[in-house]
């Protein structure tokens, strides 16, 4: 597995058409790198570029896009490079091989690693003490051209706050003593009320940001709660996503 | 009217339908706070939900009876509250009152803003 630190990046240039062993050169070249275990490998294809035939390939006219240039890239430690160099040499034939000296500043990770890094990291967790918070401002408040309550809620996604609820009341009044009706169904001007839990470190440092948004009327209060539990479907979310591709 | 710090937030559950003294009952408790000067409430009309009658409160979307569950949030100090509660007690004959500790991070309205501004 690829690490952070200093690493070598290898380009190899071969030509579209150029064949290694009656295969595409680098569709061969691609899996000689996959089944010798390379991090990752990357196949680009040029518009246009000249080699050291010095022959022009270009995809300007459909017609003749003949041998455009590939690039394969790829990372990997000085060591893997070393040994499986060699065997590009001759897979590339004819074509460049470049070596450059490069920092990988974050290896990359399989999905699922990710993703349960992404779980740590959210820092509420089911059976602790967590804070809820309700916020009260009025349907008609707006920040920045938009619903107040709608920028509270884009704001605590912004933010990574595990979660947030808007519900919308039939009656009140606040700090302004003014009625807010949202019975009738033409009314615009309903209370409204945000519900946020997440941890206490988490919503004190949004307190300022959200002080500010409630800036012309409002009340926002805090209170400890338990977290039964805190989960989140991620098979159900990766369905969702192939369904829709 | 200021207020900050230590604070107590109710819940008030009851019916949509129920009444007192010829107006619902949610407008009334509104009214009752706004009476006593309680710095917020706030009615809220749930989609479903059983209470202490164990009676399930389903408001249909095109049908024009209601019962539908209401909830009342109110927030004030512990001494407000506890002026509130009598009145309270009396009104809701059948629902849940609860009460829990809260911090009131921000209290503010359009007049104090300006004033600061």
Same mark, same amino acid.
């Given at each position: 597995m690829l690490k952070a630190g200093p690493a070598k990046k290898v380009i190899i240039y071969v030509g579209e058409e150029q064949k290694y062993h009656g295969a595409s050169a680098y569709s061969a070249i691609l899996d000689f790198l996959f089944y010798h275990g390379v991090a990752g490998a990357t196949v680009m294809r040029g518009m246009a570029g000249f080699g050291a035939d010095h022959h022009i390939h270009s995809d300007r006219i459909l017609a003749v896009a003949t041998n455009l240039p590939m690039k394969v890239e790829f990372v990997e430690s000085a060591e893997k490079v070393e040994e499986i160099l060699p065997k590009l040499f001759e897979m590339a034939g004819t074509g460049l091989i470049e070596i450059q000296e490069t920092t990988v500043a974050k290896p990359a990770a399989t999905g699922k690693k990710s993703r349960e890094r992404a779980a740590e990291a959210t820092t509420l967790r089911s059976e602790s003490t967590a804070k809820i918070m309700w916020i009260f401002v009025g349907e008609s408040d707006r920040w920045h051209d938009k619903p107040l309550y709608r920028a509270i809620l884009e704001c605590l996604r912004a933010n990574d706050i595990a979660g947030g609820t808007v519900y919308k009341g039939i009656l009140g009044y606040g700090a302004n003593k003014r009625v807010h009706k949202?019975?009738?169904?033409?009314?615009?001007d309903a209370p409204m009320m945000i519900t946020v839990v997440d941890t206490e470190e988490k919503l004190r440092k949004l307190t300022p940001t959200l002080d500010e948004m409630v800036q012309h009327g409002g009340l926002l209060v805090m209170s400890d709660v338990d977290v039964i539990k805190y989960t989140r479907g991620y098979a159900e979310d990766d369905r969702r996503k192939e369904a829709r591709a | 009217m200021k207020l900050e710090g230590k604070a107590k937030m109710l819940r008030i559950y009851f019916g949509e339908d129920d009444n007192w003294k010829g107006q619902p009952l949610y407008k009334a408790i509104v009214e009752k706070c706004r009476t006593l000067d309680i710095a917020g409430a706030t009615v809220f009309r749930g989609i479903e939900g059983y209470g202490a009658s164990t009676l399930i409160r389903r408001p249909h &979307?095109? $049908? &024009? $009876?209601h019962d539908a569950p209401v909830m009342v949030s109110v927030v004030d100090t512990e001494a407000k509250i506890q002026q509130l509660l009598p009145a309270l007690d009396e009104m809701v004959v059948e629902g849940l009152i609860a009460m829990s500790n809260v911090e009131v991070i921000k209290y503010m309205h359009e007049t104090a803003a300006a004033a600061r501004s």
């Open positions: 949202g019975s009738t169904m033409l009314s615009h | &979307l095109l $049908s &024009l $009876s």
